[in-house]
């Protein structure tokens, strides 16, 4: 159980073009997502929260309006990289959290397998 | 805020030899839950491990271990008899009991060679 998807797996665009990265949680509901970014041999970086049927909350110094994040279900959440350029180029990584049982185990992130874009 | 320190860049081992990871953590709450994740290759991560700070036993699952100490504040984990498919990058990561966030290490990247 706890499995989460995400598709693309990796995508290549254009400079200027906009990318949308979905994250699904495959065998239970998630009103609670994250969406991380890494870049290459660094660590995960929270860039936001993303909350069923209300605004994400972002992380200081990600852009709003660059990174939208819609979460439209509770198995469903998108980030687009708008107008993306090569400094955009990462892998982006989405994570659900248990929206049921006892209160430690809803702590735990079920991580999807990424996603690798590429602004050439 | 949590903050995490993975001191360890980089281990290389020979298979079958042991090998801990150290992670030490700050933290101002008095409930928190620390993490250990794990990042092979192919890139997504694998939930190890959640310790509540309330809990100071120590765990074993199969050749996993932690150690778990709050009067030092770390929470290390030891493999015992590493496998080559145990190489990957490996992620200690706090989390505040009110908070959503986890906070990533800088990870240590583990390389086992047969």
């Known amino acids: 159980g706890a499995v989460v998807s995400q598709h693309p797996s990796w995508v290549i665009c254009k400079s200027g073009t906009s990318v949308k990265i979905e994250c699904r949680s495959l065998?239970?509901?998630?009103?609670?997502m994250f969406w991380y970014r890494q870049f290459p041999k660094q660590s995960l970086m929270l860039m936001a929260t993303?909350?069923?049927?209300?605004?994400?909350?972002?992380e200081q110094g990600v852009e709003k309006d660059k990174f939208l994040i819609n979460h439209a279900s509770l198995t469903l959440s998108t980030l687009t990289v708008t107008s993306a350029h090569p400094e955009d180029s990462s892998f982006y990584i989405c994570?659900?959290?248990?929206?049921?049982?006892?209160?430690?185990?809803?702590?735990?992130?079920?991580f999807g397998p990424g996603t690798r874009l590429t602004v050439t | 805020a949590q903050k995490v320190t993975q001191a360890q860049t980089e281990i290389s081992v020979v298979e079958k030899e042991d090998v801990t990871l150290d992670c030490v953590y700050e933290?101002?709450?008095?409930?928190?839950?620390l993490f250990w994740y794990k990042q092979p290759p192919s890139g997504e991560l694998v939930f190890l491990i959640r310790?509540?700070?309330?809990?100071?036993q120590n765990e074993i699952s199969g050749r996993y271990s932690w150690n778990f100490q709050k009067s030092t504040s770390s929470f290390n984990f030891t493999i015992t008899a590493s496998q080559v498919v145990d190489s990957a990058v490996y992620f200690c990561?706090?989390?505040?009991?009110?908070?959503?966030?986890?906070?990533f290490g800088t990870g240590t990247r583990l390389q086992v060679f047969p």
């Open positions: 994570s659900a959290r248990l929206d049921r049982g006892p209160l430690p185990n809803r702590r735990e992130q079920y």
């Open positions: 065998d239970f509901q998630a009103t609670t």
């Open positions: 993303s909350n069923e049927g209300s605004k994400a909350t972002y």
């Open positions: 933290t101002r709450d008095t409930t928190y839950y």
């Open positions: 310790r509540n700070s309330f809990d100071e």
């Open positions: 990561a706090p989390m505040g009991a009110n908070t959503d966030k986890l906070i």
